[in-house]
Nanobody, 115 residues
Framework: QVQVVESGGGLVQAGGSLRLSCAASGSVFSGNAMAWYRQAPGKQRELVARITSSGSTNYADSKKGRFTISRDNAKNTVYLQMNSLKPEDTAVYYC?????????WGQGTQVTVSS
């Protein structure tokens, strides 16, 4: 059974930090790129950051310098470290395993940044 499970969301004050984790089944984690997306109320889902199986990363422009994506291949887990959070970072954050033929999504974790 394929599983992609996020954790680590919550309520944080502006300027604070959070680290999101995403544990995935080995069948979808190994050899695939992983990514974090987010969706704010009334807005489209957008890419936050992406990491290949070998560790190469890319970020949406607005996230560079504040967010860091990483992965632990031994634990089938990908992380998103978020620093200097802003109220506009409030959203549901989704983890995605970018398979060759399809994308596997987690259920999302809510991040709320208060001003």
């Amino acid at each position: 059974q394929v599983q992609v499970v996020e954790s680590g969301g919550g309520l944080v004050q502006a300027g604070g930090s959070l680290r999101l984790s995403c544990a995935a089944s080995g069948s979808v984690f190994s050899g695939n790129a992983m990514a974090w997306y987010r969706q704010a109320p009334g807005k489209q889902r957008e890419l936050v950051a992406r990491i290949t199986s070998s560790g190469s990363t890319n970020y949406a422009d607005s996230k560079k310098g504040r967010f860091t994506i990483s992965r632990d291949n031994a634990k089938n887990t990908v992380y998103l470290q978020m620093n200097s959070l802003k109220p506009e970072d409030t959203a549901v954050y989704y983890c995605a395993a970018l398979g060759k033929y399809r994308t596997y999504w987690g259920q999302g974790t809510q991040v709320t940044v208060s001003s």
